[in-house]
T-cell receptor, first 115, second 114 residues
Framework: DAGITQSPRHKVTETGTPVTLRCHQTENHRYMYWYRQDPGHGLRLIHYSYGVKDTDKGEVSDGYSVSRSKTEDFLLTLESATSSQTSVYFC??????????????FGPGTRLTVL | AQSVTQLGSHVSVSEGALVLLRCNYSSSVPPYLFWYVQYPNQGLQLLLKYTSAATLVKGINGFEAEFKKSETSFHLTKPSAHMSDAAEYFCAVSKPSGTYKYIFGTGTRLKVLA
């Protein structure tokens, strides 16, 4: 299994509070992604990173920010959590080497509940 | 723009029966295509991938998928369902270059009946 961990695995918070989710990898992969998974929507890309300090928005980035100060860590921050951000969040990694064909490896997920 | 459509959010099959999960895509360039499986309370695991080397792709756990350009399809099949196949399955499309972002389908939950 790819070395990807997410923390926390479960979190309950209140509306208006800031929340930071962490994704940590031991594979030294260049690309990292944050998705949210909601029933009926599959996985939707929030933000992604293509290198240290290089990040860009995905399709559902409103209300989220990210940071990547080291290759191994990709942080997702909800500045002021809302109930609509209740979801399961997945981190993924990939590398652009010959033969990888863009395959992404996924972490175990973080279940976030915003009350 | 790329997109993926998975027909059928829920599919039920009897144990031992054929599994067919449908995926249609749209892409302006020849895509890479993927099928992932998600077991309850777990992350996603790659089943198989199409990268233009062969149109019939074999994956893990007895699954395979056939890329049909004329039909813009990449349906997932397994000849004989097993109870352990009960899970949610996601189809995804990616461009072969650039930032390697995926576009996922909305998923199909497979139920296997005894």
């Amino acid at each position: 299994d790819a070395g990807i961990t997410q923390s926390p695995r479960h979190k309950v918070t209140e509306t208006g509070t800031p929340v930071t989710l962490r994704c940590h990898q031991t594979e030294n992969h260049r690309y990292m992604y944050w998705y949210r998974q909601d029933p009926g929507h599959g996985l939707r890309l929030i933000h992604y990173s293509y290198g240290v300090k290089d990040t860009d928005k995905g399709e559902v980035s409103d209300g989220y920010s990210v940071s990547r100060s080291k290759t191994e860590d990709f942080l997702l921050t909800l500045e002021s959590a809302t109930s609509s951000q209740t979801s399961v969040y997945f981190c993924a990694i990939s590398e652009s080497v010959a033969g990888s064909y863009n395959e992404q490896f996924f972490g175990p997920g973080t279940r976030l509940t915003v009350l | 723009a790329q997109s993926v459509t998975q027909l059928g959010s829920h599919v039920s099959v009897s144990e031992g029966a054929l599994v067919l999960l449908r995926c249609n895509y749209s892409s302006s360039v020849p895509p890479y295509l993927f099928w992932y499986v998600q077991y309850p309370n777990q992350g996603l695991q790659l089943l198989l991938k199409y990268t233009s080397a062969a149109t019939l792709v074999k994956g893990i756990n007895g699954f395979e998928a056939e890329f049909k350009k004329s039909e813009t399809s990449f349906h997932l099949t397994k000849p004989s369902a097993h109870m352990s196949d009960a899970a949610e399955y996601f189809c995804a499309v990616s461009k072969p270059s650039g930032t390697y972002k995926y576009i996922f389908g909305t998923g199909t939950r497979l139920k296997v009946l005894a």
